[in-house]
């Protein structure tokens, strides 16, 4: 198999590293959101990898217990063309990953939350291909292996020693792993607010279709927010998360992840917000291919409150960590409390 990473390898922050440094921006930002106007709305955000998104890691939690019942919609569209070989280790991901999570939430009491995720993946051929050619055409940008791949094809292979598995040829979709989580408000002020989550991934998804790790897995969670003036806000998360064991690689697999989150938003004009948001995680397999490593992924983009009630979001994602996640993701947001 050709390798696209074999030699010099690209310098990407370390997990430990980056969840680290992110860790002190979070301790930063803890220090202004308006609990009627939320003006600190992170990205609904997770590691889109094909072979870890199984993986019950945390997306980004509120920072204040929910006083109504809310509901909204994330929709993810993105693609991953890689060929890395290190030792006796080969990968090979050509695919386009999409994925809509519906979020449920509301109070218990005045200081405890709940909420629901419900994730349906699709992994397998698509349309992207052509559109990322094209832009990385124009701004003269690597395409790695891309060139040397049929454009909207499925193939996942994996192998070690001699064992493939997995070996994916062709589309699957499905219902991915189910995750509740109950939270606790540990801090809340006109400025400020942190808050604690417990958070269990339940095994509903299928690990053959790549739409869950066939394992249950639990994160306990600290989140904050922290309005800076009139018109700037900072947010952040740090976690750990105990993984259960997954049969989807013959790899030995750790069973804890760290992942943090840290970012930006300013109100741009009436309901408009801009926001750049930084998310990190440590490896999950012990592996020493960069795309089984940890992850440092950049989001930019914003949100529009619309007098309604409801809540837009928009965002595109790109792997800061060249290839250790997929090279591009798309982020459509929809949200309304009641």
């Known amino acids: 198999m050709a390798s696209a990473s074999k030699g010099a390898r690209p310098v990407a922050p370390r997990g430990a590293a980056s969840v680290g440094a992110l860790a002190l921006l979070l301790a930063s930002a803890v220090t202004h959101a308006d609990p009627a106007a939320d003006t600190a709305a992170p990205f609904t955000i997770r590691d889109q990898n094909p072979l870890l998104a199984g993986f019950g890691l945390p997306v980004a939690m509120p920072s204040r217990a929910p006083?109504?019942?809310?509901?909204?919609?994330?929709?993810?569209?993105?693609?991953?063309?890689?060929?890395?070989?290190?030792?006796?280790?080969?990968?090979?991901?050509?695919?386009?990953?999409?994925?809509?999570?519906?979020?449920?939430?509301?109070?218990?009491?005045?200081?405890?939350g709940w909420q629901v995720q419900l994730p349906y993946r699709y992994t397998g051929g698509g349309t992207l291909d052509g559109f990322i050619d094209s832009w990385h055409d124009i701004f003269g940008l690597s395409e790695g292996v891309r060139p040397l791949l049929a454009h909207d094809q499925t193939n996942i292979v994996y192998s070690r020693s001699g064992v493939r598995r997995p070996d994916i040829s062709a589309s699957a979709t499905g219902l991915g792993d189910i995750q509740a989580a109950l939270g606790y408000s540990l801090y809340a002020s006109a400025d400020s607010a942190v808050m604690a989550w417990l958070s269990v991934d339940l095994p509903t998804g299928d690990e053959d279709k790549l739409t869950g790790n066939g394992a249950t897995d639990v994160s306990l969670v600290l989140s904050a927010q922290h309005r800076l003036n009139e018109r700037w806000s900072a947010f952040g998360q740090v976690s750990g998360t105990w993984l259960g064991e997954s049969d989807l690689l013959p790899i030995d697999q750790d069973s804890v992840a760290w992942s943090a989150m840290a970012g930006v938003s300013v109100r741009a004009w009436r309901g408009l917000s801009l926001k750049a948001q930084l998310d990190a995680h440590t490896a999950i397999y012990d592996s020493e291919l960069d795309i089984l490593n940890e992850a440092v992924v950049l989001t930019v983009?914003?949100?529009?409150?619309?007098?309604?009630?409801?809540?837009?979001?928009?965002?595109?994602?790109?792997?800061?960590?060249?290839e250790h996640s997929p090279d591009v993701v798309f982020v459509l947001g929809l949200k309304r409390s009641w």
């Open 67 to 112: 006083d109504r019942f809310a509901a909204g919609m994330v929709i993810f569209w993105g693609s991953t063309a890689l060929a890395q070989e290190q030792g006796n280790e080969e990968i090979l991901v050509d695919a386009e990953t999409r994925e809509a999570r519906l979020t449920l939430q509301g109070p218990i009491s005045d200081r405890l």
């Open 301 to 322: 983009g914003g949100d529009y409150r619309f007098a309604s009630g409801w809540r837009l979001d928009l965002g595109v994602s790109e792997d800061l960590a060249v």
